[in-house]
């Protein structure tokens, strides 16, 4: 490629709020056929809002979300912001949390009012040895809406369900539809389970889903892709995203995302949309068939 035309696309990118790092990232990215985007922050806003709590006959929908709130100060995960924010609209008075450690990818544990309180998904019931059979038709009922659902457990016992949602980002649906028809496969990959996950790659026709991913396993999928011969792009914007940025032939990182996947990345989208994808893509294509 000439400096003149590479300098010609990426100022364009610029100018429409998507920063190209360099030329090789402009090149790598004509020949990416894959794009694997994060859901959460990427494909949604990010900003999940707690919208049912679900106690077990012989509990109180306030206690279990207090329960809940008090443990979730301590996070700082999107999820525990929704159930503190939510709480907090309930006028619900959180309490103090002690011996509370963060599981990442699966949740919370620490002791409140004396008992030992969890909460998360159900990897994090299920390897304290809790049954959880009894909660799935109505944990299942929720995700088939796209929400993400916990389980607040209470000295061994679940003492019902809290249920978050997370509503796709507006400008989502057609850059998904815009980016197929420039030939990408596209994957979603995320820390959610399985049924969320398809609810809400079936609302946007995405192609696959790699689901219950904890965060370090996502670079390892790219380099399986890889190995497969694909070339792939990544679209994250978390802190835990940085690995997976870093192994793809193409990083994409979102403008409002955390600061070390934005250095991981070898393309910004400044207005935090897919749009920019779009974008990049006509871009390194144009400059690319003008060389040849
Ligand atoms: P992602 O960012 O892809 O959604 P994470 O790895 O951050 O994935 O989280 C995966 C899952 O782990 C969440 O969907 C949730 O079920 C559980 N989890 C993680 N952190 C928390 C938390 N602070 N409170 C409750 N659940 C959590
Ligand atoms: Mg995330």
């Known amino acids: 490629a000439t400096p003149m035309s590479i300098m010609t696309a990426t100022g364009r990118g610029a100018q429409a709020g998507v920063l190209i ?55 700082e995960h999107p999820l525990a912001e929704a159930i503190v924010k939510g709480a907090q609209e309930r006028g619900i008075t959180i309490a103090e949390a002690s011996d509370f450690e963060a599981i990442t990818g699966k949740g919370v544990i620490g002791i409140v009012d004396g008992k030992k309180v969890m909460l998360g998904n159900l990897k994090l019931v299920t390897d304290h040895g809790i049954d959880a059979s009894g909660f799935l038709t109505a944990a299942n009922a929720r995700r088939d809406e796209g929400e993400t659902v ?38 979603m990959a995320t820390g959610d389970n ?62 409002t995302g955390a600061d070390v996947a934005i250095e991981s990345a070898g393309i910004t989208l400044v207005r935090g949309n897919l749009d920019g994808i779009v974008r990049a893509r006509r871009l390194s294509h144009a400059t690319m068939s003008n060389i040849r």
């Not at 794009?35 to 809002?49: C, I, Q």
């Open 194 to 255: 399985e049924r969320t996950a398809q609810a809400v790659a079936a609302k946007l026709g995405i192609d696959e889903i790699r689901a219950d991913v904890l965060p370090q396993d996502k670079a390892r999928i790219i380099r399986e892709l890889q190995e497969q011969g694909h070339k792939v792009a990544m679209a994250g914007d978390g802190v835990n995203d940085a690995p997976a940025l870093a192994q793809a032939d193409v990083g994409i990182a979102m403008g």
């Open 21 to 75: 790092k360099n030329a090789e990232a402009l090149e790598r990215f004509e020949k990416v056929d894959t794009l694997m985007v994060d859901k959460t922050g990427t494909l949604t806003e990010g900003k999940p809002r707690l919208v049912a709590v679900l106690p077990q006959p012989g509990h109180d929908e306030g206690e279990v979300l207090r329960l809940a709130a008090t443990l979730e100060r301590g996070s």
């Open 150 to 187: 916990m389980f607040v457990v209470v000295d061994g016992a679940i003492a019902g369900l809290v249920s978050v949602a997370d509503p796709v980002k507006e400008t989502t649906p057609a850059a998904i539809k815009a980016l197929h028809e420039l030939g990408f496969r596209i994957i």
